[in-house]
């Protein structure tokens, strides 16, 4: 297909009319077409004359053509590649072969990493949206994982609200990122018990996931100490009747009134009123008297999570991805950008490719 484009008809310097002159100038665009059955492939090349200034003698091709001159592929074309890549986990010697199975396409494994050093400018106004609405929310989700960049251990935090997800990259595991991203935080952090998270002046939401699985861990490690086995009796006989209520009726306060008592009772007994000769115990003990506030919080509002799994879902992919590829490029935070994008999509249960495929960039208007 040959599509002629009109020619640009003021000259930028000098804000003179252009004269038509007989030079032509072309861009041919390799893209795909997808119907609800199939995808095609399409090749478009569009040409137009080229424009004369009589006062700087200078030569303009067609906006048209001048907008694409770096753009060998389109839109569609590139979306598709990014979803291979990210959605389907598909190595780029994969992703070339069948590029060059199913369209005839033959692309280097460099031309197709290429993709994503150019591709995500289209999607950082949408990674800064989705950052704005984690921000304004009354709670986030925080946490990270360790990857390895080029041979050297770098680590992934992610930022969401159950809905949006962003993620970036630190080549230490220091707070310093999240305190700066989060430096206007209004809301409630729900974390781990990371100690950096501590130094973060917000109120705190600890992740009872993360408690209960560390409590299992040392029962089996101590299963003849009857000190331990009786606090943590004692903290589920207190904690199970609230994730009961959680179950039933959801994360309202209202229904959190009637457990202030036991909770009360519990600090007094068996937190600050009791002396443990247990090792183990006495860990526990010191750890609830330190987050004991961060650990209920989420009874003293609405809708605030008691874990930390949004976090843990989102970071899922990224453990999946080690098991398939321990080792990232340097093209990590371009990669980490879509992948941001990609579980927003999921989370809202939408399509990621057809989000890609729509060009909007506001996750609300898709």
Known sequence: KIVVVPIKRVCPIHKLKLIKSTKTAQRTVTDLVFTKNTIRKTVIKYIGNKSYCPECRKYFPPPQVNVIVNQHFGHNFRSWVVYQRLALRLPFRIIQMNLREMFNEHISEGGLSNFFKSFPNVYKFTERQNLKSVIQSPFIHVDETKINVKGVNHYVWI?????????????????????????????????????????????????????????????????????????VSELRNLIIPIFESVEKYGLKKRHFNKFKKNIDRFHKKVITGTDYKSEITLRYQNRLKKYWKALFAFTEFDSIPWNNNMAERGLRHLAVQRKISTYFDKGIDNYLLFLGIMQTCRFHNKSFLKFLLSGKKYMSKY
Do not use: A, M
């Open 159 to 231: 930022f969401t609200n159950g809905k949006e997800v962003v993620f970036k990259r630190s080549e230490t595991r220091e707070v310093e990122i999240v305190k700066d991203i989060l430096k206007d935080l209004q809301g409630i952090l729900v974390s781990d018990f990371y100690p950096g998270f501590d130094s973060l002046r917000c109120r705190h939401q600890k992740c009872w996931v993360h408690l209960i699985r560390d409590i299992n861990d040392d029962l089996w490690k101590y299963p003849f100490d009857n000190e331990y086995e009786k606090f």
